[in-house]
């Protein structure tokens, strides 16, 4: 049941990328590219329409709204399209990481924490 669980939420996952994907291709259909874009930026988005710390109910509208966002844009973009949607989702998610991106990330957050302690310890007091 776990594994299923598992590859359940990596469909998901693959999918909301795929909307991204499709909400940003002009052969989508304009009304489809909205909604694709909306369910994308609503699931990848740290912002709920009800906050994850209310019990059940926080949790419940991504396991609701977001398959029912997903579902929605599938009725409007035609089958053969998402099919090649979903394969460049696939391609993309299977994609190396960047370590580089993770070493610049690093050296930036380090230099700026250095930079704050400097000015926070190092400035004369007035």
Do not use: C, H, N
Request: charged content about 20%; proline content about 8%.
């Amino acid at each position: 049941m776990l594994a299923d669980l598992k590859g359940w939420a990596r469909a998901l996952k693959r999918d909301v990328l795929a909307l991204y994907i499709a909400g940003r291709d002009p052969r989508t259909p304009w009304i489809a590219r909205g909604v694709a874009l909306a369910v994308a930026a609503y699931a990848l988005s740290p912002i709920d329409l009800i906050p994850d710390f209310i019990p059940v109910l926080g949790l419940l509208d991504d396991l609701i709204l977001v398959p029912l966002g997903i579902w929605t844009v599938l009725r409007l973009i035609p089958p053969d399209l998402m099919a090649e949607y979903r394969d460049k989702a696939a391609q993309v998610s299977e994609k190396p990481r960047s370590t580089a991106g993770l070493v610049i990330v690093i050296v930036i957050w380090g230099g700026a924490l250095l930079a704050a302690g400097w000015w926070f310890f190092a400035r004369p007091a007035t």
